[in-house]
């Protein structure tokens, strides 16, 4: 049998025609989901790391009582990455007596301004009573920021 290749294309019914903008629009909005929930911002959870609400983890830890030590940085700077190792032998070691904050700036970019941050990794000292007490800017070593904080290491006389 030949088949007629003149013949006009059969036409869909009202049905198949509500039946494809369904579908498109079943795909449409799958694709807007997935775009929102692989795309989104999230939410920094509340801790001093992040800070939350309208106040920022600075003040926070300024508030405990405790010398701080911020670091202000970025994952992406290699002198920041070294110096979370020396943040975190400190937080260990002395965080009962220290309040150690880490600072992420390509995620809180609002920090560099607030604190008039120039270069990074920058870190800001502040005594018990929370009074800023000194800056360094690149790397410094644990000892290094103990003195400045006026903390006499571990197992040393003060």
Request: glycine share 10%.
């Amino acid at each position: 049998m030949m088949s007629d290749t003149n013949a006009p294309p059969k036409r869909l019914s009202m049905a198949h025609y509500r039946l494809v903008v369904a579908l498109l629009g079943l795909a449409a909005a799958t694709g807007a989901a997935t775009y929102v929930l692989t795309h989104r911002v999230p939410v920094p959870a509340p801790d001093l790391q992040a800070g939350t609400g309208g106040d920022d983890a600075v003040q926070m830890a300024r508030r405990l009582g405790k010398p701080v030590i911020v670091e202000l940085g970025a994952n992406n700077c290699e002198s920041c990455r070294e110096m979370k190792l020396v943040l975190g032998a400190l937080a260990r070691e002395h965080g009962e007596r220290v309040t150690v904050v880490d600072i992420d700036l390509m995620k809180m970019a609002g920090y560099a301004s607030r604190y008039g941050i120039q270069l990074i990794p920058t870190q800001l000292f502040f005594d018990a009573q929370g009074r800023e007490i000194g800056r360094h800017m690149g790397k410094i070593s644990g000892n290094e920021i103990l003195a400045r904080l006026n903390v006499a290491p571990v197992g040393r006389a003060p």
